[in-house]
């Protein structure tokens, strides 16, 4: 067990990073994230803004949409994160097939509703403590 394993077990809550470029997209997650009992620690818009956040926290878990502002792609973003070891979860209108299968716990299907959130952090959770991803609804699946 890590000690991020650890973490989450401790914290009902994940603390999320909130990769989309829509901005009242970005705030609606951020305001369910917060409903839900969750934290939302950052938002970034494309590949540099999410790096530049994540040199000022850790979270345990980020929320990528796959097309982003100036042209960036999500899955970019995907590939950076997963190599510092954050997990990330697709939150678009278009999943990616097997080329985000590697980078990615799953993906959760625009729009986005609350309660599909809600499955999709719990699912993440018990993913990232090594756990059985319980029954998703149809808007979420994991790889």
Do not use: W
Request: negative net charge; glycine residues 6%; charged residues 25%.
């Amino acid at each position: 067990m890590t000690d991020r394993d650890t973490e989450l077990n401790i914290r009902d809550g994940l603390e999320v990073l909130v990769v989309e470029d829509e901005a009242l997209v970005a705030m609606e997650i951020e305001f369910m994230l917060e409903e839900a009992g969750h934290e939302a620690i950052a938002s970034a818009d494309d590949l540099e803004s999410t790096l530049s956040a994540i040199e000022n926290c850790e979270p345990d878990l980020a929320l990528v949409d796959i097309q982003l502002a100036f042209g960036d792609s999500g899955l970019d973003v995907a590939k950076k994160l997963h190599e510092r070891g954050i997990p990330v979860l697709f939150a678009t209108g278009n999943c990616p097939g097997e080329q985000g299968r590697p980078l990615a716990l799953g993906c959760l299907h625009k729009p986005i509703v609350d309660r599909t959130l809600r499955a999709a952090l719990a699912a993440a959770k018990e993913k990232l403590a090594g756990r059985e991803v319980p029954p998703l609804p149809s808007s979420v699946h994991f790889y």
